[in-house]
């Protein structure tokens, strides 16, 4: 069965940081790219960060850049969502999403597996 699943959102006070980690089972990430969404009440789902096959990433907001680092270790078979400096507004429930061998660009829109998410909360 194929999934992509979420861990590492939690309660964070402003300027904290977390770490999200989304795990894939029933295929191998190499080839795709994987791009981390977020979804906050009341607002649409927004893109945050991407990174494809070979390492490159691309922030799909300007509103984390320099804050939110995304990385993937593919013998773990998992890709991570560094995040530092939260702030209120990152409160989000934040999705990684697989696109198999697209740009960060093209991915964006052509998605085939998402996870269910993981709630992050800055709030003091």
């Known amino acids: 069965q194929v999934q992509l699943v979420e861990s590492g959102g939690g309660l964070v006070q402003p300027g904290g940081s977390l770490r999200l980690s989304c795990a894939a089972s029933?295929?191998?990430?190499?080839?795709?790219?994987i791009g981390w969404f977020r979804q906050a009440p009341g607002k649409e789902r927004e893109g945050v960060q991407c990174?494809?096959?070979?390492?490159?990433?691309?922030y799909y907001t300007d509103s984390v850049k320099g804050r939110f680092t995304i990385s993937r270790d593919n013998a773990k078979n998992t890709v991570y969502l560094q995040m530092n400096s939260l702030k209120p507004e990152d409160t989000a429930v934040y999705y990684c999403?697989?696109?198999?061998?697209?740009?960060?660009?093209?991915?964006?829109?052509?998605?085939?597996?998402w996870g269910k998410g993981t709630l992050v909360t800055v709030s003091s």
């Open positions: 999403a697989a696109s198999y061998g697209s740009s960060c660009r093209r991915a964006y829109y052509n998605m085939s597996y």
């Open positions: 990174i494809t096959s070979s390492n490159g990433s691309t």
């Open positions: 029933g295929f191998t990430l190499d080839p795709y790219t």
